[in-house]
């Protein structure tokens, strides 16, 4: 009996070392505690010994100085086990520093360096660096349209017709939009990136539906594993055979397209539900 409880205590005490935010991530950032984020910034040689799980707590540190309520489980349990961390739920962005921002900039970058595939929030630290498909992987529907988006939202470029995509942006300290963003500010190897992310969400998503499928489907039923992305009005005005109605209503759709906006709306819903647990 008393081996067993021996060897329990040893479990318990291994899960604990190992899991996010336990005692090994604890020391790694033990002396981080006391760090005036506001005012020194941090050197690259003081991430370079961190791993992911660090410098994912790392940053939360910086946010949470500030009250910042985080929903990843793992920032959310370790500053919880801080004393000094207050939640505020009115935290916004602004409340950053220059000097935290810069930071934080650094330590997304290392980041991102770590990540076996491109991960949202990562595109920054590519900005001139060529993207292959290999190091893009797979992702969610969701975070597919968050990195097509991101290299755009690094300029400024604002998501009006998307309202879920514009909030996830302005969500981001580095997020600065613009009411003049041009298509043009992008550099010609962002431009190469958009296209591999674009060819390789392609691939991934084999039956799903791509907008310019549209008409293939007037008259069937689009199913969940078809459907790719939203159509924004901008997308189709590019096509000669789009001829806008002014008196459009809902009157106006057959039976089967009200079923496929149905399903295109389920999709947006679940777009949003699956961003809730990106962060950063």
């Given at each position: 009996m008393l081996k067993a409880s021996k060897r329990f205590l040893a479990i318990g005490f291994i899960a604990l070392v190992l899991a996010p935010g336990g005692l090994m991530a604890q020391d790694a950032l033990e002396k981080w505690g006391t760090f005036d984020f506001q005012a020194t910034a941090i050197k690259p040689d003081q991430l370079k010994d961190l791993t992911l799980e660090d410098l994912k707590l790392l940053r939360g540190l910086i946010f949470g100085k500030h009250g910042r309520v985080f929903k990843d489980p793992a920032i959310r349990q370790y500053l919880a086990a801080r004393d000094w961390y207050k939640p505020n739920p009115d935290f916004k962005n602004s409340m950053l520093t220059a000097v935290e921002r810069q930071s934080l900039d650094l330590i997304r970058d290392a980041e991102a360096a770590q990540h076996d595939q491109v991960q949202p929030g990562d595109l920054r630290h590519y900005r001139t660096k060529l993207l292959t498909r290999k190091k893009l992987g797979t992702h969610s529907n969701a975070e597919w349209i968050v990195l097509r988006a991101e290299l755009e939202a690094i300029h400024g470029k604002r998501f009006e017709n998307d309202p879920w995509l514009q909030q996830y942006f302005d969500?981001?300290?580095?997020?600065?939009?613009?009411?003049?963003?041009?298509?043009?500010?992008?550099?010609?190897?962002?431009?190469?990136?958009?296209?591999?992310?674009?060819?390789?969400?392609?691939?991934?998503?084999?039956?799903?539906?791509?907008?310019?499928?549209?008409?293939?489907?007037?008259?069937?039923?689009?199913?969940?594993?078809?459907?790719?992305?939203?159509?924004?009005?901008?997308?189709?005005?590019?096509?000669?055979?789009?001829?806008?109605?002014?008196?459009?209503?809902?009157?106006?759709?057959?039976?089967?397209?009200?079923?496929?906006?149905?399903?295109?709306?389920?999709?947006?819903?679940?777009?949003?539900?699956?961003?809730?647990?990106?962060?950063?």
């Open positions: 969500e981001r300290y580095w997020y600065q939009p613009s009411e003049k963003y041009d298509p043009k500010l992008l550099s010609e190897l962002e431009r190469k990136n958009l296209q591999t992310i674009a060819a390789a969400q392609k691939l991934q998503r084999r039956l799903r539906l791509s907008p310019g499928d549209r008409e293939l489907f007037e008259n069937r039923r689009i199913s969940e594993l078809m459907f790719k992305e939203p159509w924004l009005q901008k997308y189709f005005s590019s096509f000669d055979w789009y001829k806008p109605d002014p008196e459009f209503t809902e009157n106006s759709l057959n039976a089967i397209e009200k079923r496929n906006i149905a399903t295109i709306a389920a999709y947006e819903k679940k777009a949003v539900s699956e961003m809730d647990v990106i962060e950063g």
